[in-house]
């Protein structure tokens, strides 16, 4: 068996990871803060005539210049980086004990917002016909974004030392986890949210070596039931989300000033672009008196970046998610613990695969799911989540486990 990687590689590793982040939070702040400046909509709460006190007219026109929404931004991302380190003073094994315990809350919080359909309860807030936050005062939590850190943390756990799900009904535990809360981020309902734990799922079984045709045959019975989830289980308007890609090059105006307005004025605005942007805080999609692009500053992050800084500023933004992805994979293959193993590749399919979802569907190859850019996009549980799940990461990076007597996920039985 080869040596395992070193203390002092595995925390260079984890802490490389620190870097591509970095420069996505900076590419977000600066999105966010260009979609700003030009806001059509006056920002709420905020005057053109400064007050009678000095102190606070200087306070107003210092939130007037940076902007309410950037500065909210700033909160989400230095109190995300207080999480990711927070992550990192207990050991991630030490943490692995409260994996059932924190899924079980979770999944209480979501059976919450989805009690709150037929019962109103204080502290669930109802926005756009949707039930995903829970609410105080100015503050606002998503369950929903934490619950792919949970199941990641309960996977992980559950799959680390076992062999049972080496066979079809051994599957079925890890499949029921999954499944229970996809069934109630549908109803919130989130769509998007609820496609983020399939990945997870599946790519930590592979890893923790789940046979191949087992794999196949549930992929592919979810396949066939595609058809019946897509007429029953969506509701109208995730209908045409779907349809919108396929759609996307029709000649019907009304479809386009429709379903398909924001497709549409994404890909418009990704193309005016071209390969080098129009420049920070410039283009007509930052610069008109009207907001052309809705969820710019969030779901529709992408194609603002690709409408200031081109096909350039929209490559170094996949290539720095490619780097995460690498540097996840170095952890996970360089340590001999399955459940930090399993761990680390958890958390990069989690943020990586949000990031293609986002990507896909602001050029449309895949349907608008409402899902955020990870570390990019504006929004305080989403930068929560994947700055606690890159603390896991880095946990797992700079602790070296004890030697187990065989590789991980080495299995005895006959194929």
Not at 43 to 70: F, H, K, N, Y
Not at 89 to 100: D, F, H, L, N, T
Not at 246 to 266: C, F, M, V
Not at 321 to 342: C, K, M, Q, S, W
């Amino acid at each position: 068996m080869t040596a395992p990687a070193s203390p002092l590689n595995l925390t260079l590793l984890g802490w490389g990871i620190a870097l591509p982040v970095a420069f996505l939070a900076a590419v977000g702040l600066a999105c966010i803060h260009a979609t700003e400046a030009n806001d059509p909509v006056a920002p709420l709460g905020l005057t053109t005539t400064p007050t009678v006190e000095p102190q606070a007219a200087v306070l107003e026109r210092v939130i007037q210049a940076i902007g309410p929404l950037t500065l909210r931004q700033m909160f989400y991302l230095v109190t995300g980086v207080l999480l990711m380190l927070a992550a990192l003073v207990p050991s991630y094994q030490k943490i692995g004990r409260w994996a059932y315990p924190s899924y079980a809350i979770l999944l209480v919080l979501l059976v919450l917002l989805v009690v709150d359909i037929y019962a109103d309860l204080p502290l669930i807030p109802v926005r756009n016909n949707a039930r995903r936050w829970l609410a105080w005062g100015p503050l606002s939590v998503q369950p929903a974004e934490f619950m792919k850190v949970g199941l990641t943390l309960t996977l992980a756990r559950y799959l680390r030392f076992r062999s049972s799900y080496r066979s079809l009904r051994g599957l079925l535990p890890p499949l029921i986890l999954t499944l229970v809360p996809m069934v109630l981020i549908l109803r919130e309902p989130d769509l998007g949210m609820m496609l983020m734990l399939l990945p997870v799922l599946f790519l930590t079984l592979f890893v923790a070596g789940a046979r191949l045709r087992h794999l196949a045959l549930i992929i592919l019975l979810g396949c066939a039931t595609l058809p019946v989830f897509f007429i029953y289980g969506m509701k109208p308007y995730q209908r045409d989300r779907v349809l919108t890609v396929i759609k996307q090059n029709t000649a019907d105006e009304r479809w386009h000033r429709g379903p398909g307005y924001q497709l549409r004025q994404s890909k418009i605005a990704l193309g005016a672009g071209g390969l080098t942007g129009e420049g920070w805080g410039r283009g007509v999609f930052l610069e008109s008196r009207v907001r052309l692009l809705p969820e710019e500053h969030n779901d529709f992050i992408f194609a603002i970046i690709g409408h200031q800084f081109g096909l350039v500023g929209c490559v170094l933004v996949i290539l720095a998610y490619g780097v995460i992805v690498f540097f996840g994979i170095e952890v996970a293959t360089a340590t001999n613990d399955p459940f930090g193993r399993l761990l680390a590749i958890g958390v990069v399919v989690m943020i990586v695969a949000q990031a293609l979802l986002n990507i896909g569907m602001t050029v449309g190859l895949a349907p608008i799911t409402g899902m955020t850019l990870p570390f990019v996009s504006a929004g305080g549980s989403s930068l929560w989540a994947n700055f606690l799940a890159l603390g896991l990461l880095v946990n797992v990076a700079q602790r070296r486990p004890m030697l187990i007597a065989n590789p991980p996920f080495e299995h005895a039985e006959e194929e």
